[in-house]
């Protein structure tokens, strides 16, 4: 399907880019160096959505009423403790974004695809 010429007009703002249930792997990553202002993810935390190496990009996340209301497949009805993690991130565009280096001894090492992990931390 081709997007409508007017979705993919250059003078679109980008202010906000949802990304919601990402598979995991560099999706996330690449949406948020594309020329977005913000990206707000909403996935399931440990990992099991997204990809937990964007944790190297300015982030913060968002608990609240937001959070609470967001619901995946892995939370229970009654909700006890949900897995929904949101989280929002500074795009390219936005002044504040920052992409720190994961080298030996950062937090991340141990994460990166290379290191023989799946995406939740456990190795196959």
Do not use: Q
Not at 38 to 53: M, N, P, Q
Not at 91 to 110: I, K, N, S, T, Y
């Amino acid at each position: 399907m081709k997007a409508p010429k007017s979705w993919t007009s250059t003078r679109v703002s980008r202010r906000l880019t949802l990304a919601c249930w990402l598979p995991p792997g560099p999706l996330l990553a690449r949406i948020i160096r594309a020329p977005v202002r913000h990206v707000l993810e909403i996935g399931a935390g440990s990992g099991v959505t997204g990809d937990v190496l964007c944790w190297r990009f300015a982030h913060e996340f968002l608990e609240g009423p937001l959070e609470t209301l967001a619901r995946c497949r892995l939370d229970e009805r009654p909700p006890r403790a949900p897995n929904t993690r949101v989280t929002l991130y500074a795009g390219r565009a936005h002044p504040d974004f920052h992409e720190e280096r994961v080298g030996p001894g950062h937090f991340l090492w141990p994460m990166r695809p290379s290191a023989g992990l799946r995406p939740a931390g456990r190795r196959p």
